[in-house]
């Protein structure tokens, strides 16, 4: 089992910036591909980004890139999101996941977290 516990959401201002951390435990870190995606009410959750198991590859969703980066610190055990220029649309849960593939789809990863709560003002 892998744990994962997701930190840095909060309220921010269209136009700002925010760093989501993921944490994770129980298994070794730099066997797992890691993923983020988001949740906005009443839709249906949707891939942001992932990266490889050494940080090597990344992937993002298209409508996201240049604005969001992965990056992973494996002596650490924690993955990271940095979102720049954020919209109101980029509201959302966001959650971190665990997996074995870098994939772009919620059934690549095994594990996830409870989420965090970002909320972008206009």
């Known amino acids: 089992q892998v744990q994962l516990v997701e930190s840095g959401g909060g309220l921010v201002q269209a136009g700002g910036s925010l760093r989501l951390s993921c944490a994770a435990s129980?298994?070794?870190?730099?066997?797992?591909?890691m993923g983020w995606f988001r949740q906005a009410p009443g839709k249906e959750r949707e891939f942001v980004a992932a990266?490889?198991?050494?940080?090597?590859?990344?992937n993002y969703a298209d409508s996201l890139k240049g604005r969001f980066t992965i990056s992973r610190d494996n002596a650490k055990n924690t993955v990271f999101l940095q979102m720049n220029s954020l919209k109101p649309e980029d509201t959302a849960v966001y959650y971190c996941?665990?997996?074995?593939?870098?994939?772009?789809?919620?059934?690549?990863?095994?594990?996830w977290g409870q989420g965090t709560q970002v909320t972008v003002s206009s």
């Open positions: 996941a665990a997996g074995y593939y870098t994939g772009d789809t919620a059934t690549a990863f095994n594990y």
């Open positions: 129980g298994r070794t870190f730099s066997n797992y591909a």
């Open positions: 990266i490889s198991r050494s940080g090597s590859r990344t």
